[in-house]
């Protein structure tokens, strides 16, 4: 089994950027795939970005290409998510989530085997 923590969320201004990290651990060499996802209260939970574990492929949701950049630290087992412009559409909590078959370009929630706990983003406007 995957253990996955996120940090990295706060309070930020409209136009900001913050940079959110997931860190792994246990079972890391059966790691296919990373993502991120996010939720509002009352909502679904929503793809946001994904990348491949060793070759660090990526895929994005249509509402961060061009502000999100998702990377990946192997040697740390660590995912990033710099996250620029952001709108206040864009405060939710983000989960960091692991999937270990294989399977590129998934975005649905049940794709995902393992899960953080999650850390708050909020962009005032």
């Known amino acids: 089994q995957v253990q996955l923590v996120e940090s990295g969320g706060g309070l930020v201004q409209a136009g900001g950027s913050l940079r959110l990290s997931c860190g792994a651990s246990g079972r890391t060499s059966t790691i296919y795939s990373m993502a991120w996802f996010r939720q509002v209260p009352g909502k679904e939970r929503e793809f946001v970005a994904g990348?491949?574990?060793?070759?660090?492929?990526?895929y994005y949701a249509d509402s961060v290409k061009g502000r999100f950049t998702i990377s990946r630290d192997n040697a740390k087992n660590t995912v990033h998510l710099q996250m620029n412009s952001l709108r206040p559409e864009d405060t939710a909590v983000y989960y960091c989530a692991a999937r270990e078959k294989y399977g590129f370009g998934l975005t649905g929630p049940r794709e995902f085997e393992s899960w953080g706990r999650g850390t708050q983003v909020t962009v005032s406007s």
């Open positions: 990348i491949t574990w060793s070759g660090g492929s990526t």
